[in-house]
């Protein structure tokens, strides 16, 4: 069951903000000057065959082919400039960047429009007389969004054409909508800002309902709702959609480093981050290497298991449970977790329980079983009730 928060069904609800009403009657903002931090200065342009959209791209286009990624605006705003230093900042990287809604536009935008982004992309680089044309691979299509634009990239990820799909600071607000979650067969990453972004709760929810086998990445950084897109170049959010997009849409391993493995480059930074089912495109996953000498042997594995309370609301909270392997490796762990009275689970992720309230098992799930003597993994979970006074206990095989 999701968590439906009136204030991001309201942001969720393609209401545009007070501020894109305001830009529409100024002069170009100086986030539109040409820029980014890539090594293709980016500028912004519209097209006569793409209405109401913004194109962000590198100002000189290289030799080599841009990638595209169509990007859903937050509160559905039809300001394609809305997050404009973000997609600059992706754009200067070589990348074919569109966004829902006009340079300053107003109104609102619905998914509709993202596949119009991909349409005019594949039809432009086909073109002869195009200053796109054979300039597009359209081989490598990311759909992506903010917020309300989160919505927008789930309710177009079944596209064939689509290779990745990234939320934003988004989540399903319904369960009826689940089905867009069932019907995912290509990687999805998540960015969200941490337990006081308004969306985490649906995004977690989400992320725990993922189909199994899906290549998913979560990440969480403390910020909200608001991200870091308005900040140079995007900020944190910028520098680490642009990290994945490189991975994903043009197969830089070195940038997927960032996302993949258990010393992932993420991993142990301000970024809170889960896993699942990630191995790197040239299918070497940067794992641990194993030790130089065998593990030891005889007596029992052992493990301790670690309760976390990270979001509590009235009626709900999320939790995260750290399971530790003792001095020797294990292959499987099981915790055993006692909830407290009233309190049951909703959903979990990355682990597989049995029972929903009281005292409940969670085992491993097949990926992060096996852990070197005093490796870390986790699981977590949403619950109804309050998460506070539960106990977990740990055993190893």
Same mark, same amino acid.
């Given at each position: ?33 040409? +820029?980014?931090? @890539? ?41 394609? *400039? ?31 429009? *993202? ?140 940038? +997927? ?21 990630? =191995?790197?495109?040239?299918? =070497? ?12 042997? @005889?007596?029992?594995?052992?493990? =301790? ?30 915790? =055993? ?36 003597? @005093? ?7 949403? @619950? ?14």
């Amino acid at each position: 069951m999701k968590r439906r928060s009136k204030i991001y069904a309201g942001l969720a609800a393609a209401i545009v903000p007070v501020t894109s009403v305001i830009m529409a009657f100024s002069g170009t903002p100086a986030s539109a000057a040409i +820029g980014g931090s @890539g090594p293709y200065p980016a500028d912004y342009e519209t097209s006569a065959t793409l209405a109401n959209h913004t194109i962000f791209r590198p100002q000189n286009l290289p030799s080599e082919r841009l990638p595209i990624v169509v990007w859903g605006n937050g509160a559905c705003s039809a300001n394609g *400039l809305s997050q404009g230093n973000f997609l600059r900042e992706i754009a200067s990287h070589g990348f074919l960047a569109i966004a829902n809604g006009a340079p300053n536009g107003s109104g609102s935008t619905n998914a509709q429009m *993202l596949t119009q982004s991909i349409d005019w992309a594949v039809a432009e680089n086909s073109r002869q007389g195009s200053k796109y044309y054979n300039k597009i691979d359209t081989s490598k299509v990311a759909v992506a969004g903010f917020s309300c634009g989160g919505l927008e990239a789930y309710a177009v990820s079944n596209d064939p054409r689509v290779t990745t799909t990234g939320i934003f600071s988004s989540g399903l607000l319904n369960d009826a909508d689940d089905y867009q979650l069932r019907r995912l067969t290509k990687p999805i990453a998540y960015f969200i800002g941490g337990p006081s972004d308004i969306a985490y709760p649906n995004a977690m929810d989400d992320w725990g309902k993922l189909p199994a086998g899906l290549p998913a990445f979560m990440g969480n950084l403390n910020v909200g709702h608001g991200g870091t897109y308005d900040q140079t170049n995007g900020g944190e959010f910028g520098r680490v959609a642009t990290l994945y997009f490189k991975w994903r849409l043009k197969g830089d391993t070195t940038a +997927g480093r960032n996302f993949v493995g258990a010393n992932c480059g993420l991993c142990g930074s301000q970024w809170s981050v889960q896993q699942k089912n990630l =191995t790197l495109d040239d299918d =070497t996953p940067p794992t641990t290497p194993p030790p130089t000498t065998p593990p030891p042997t @005889g007596g029992t594995p052992t493990c =301790t298991a670690v309760y976390t309370v990270q979001d509590q609301w009235n009626g709900g909270f999320v939790a995260n449970v750290s399971v530790t392997a003792g001095s020797a490796a294990l292959t499987g762990w099981r915790v =055993t977790l006692t909830l407290p009275s009233g309190a049951s689970v909703s959903s979990l992720w990355n682990g597989v329980t049995s029972g929903t309230s009281g005292t409940i098992t969670v085992a491993n799930q097949s990926y992060n079983g096996r852990l070197a003597a @005093g490796q870390a993994t986790s699981f977590g979970f949403q @619950g109804t009730g309050s998460g506070g006074g539960a106990t977990a206990s740990c055993a190893g095989s």
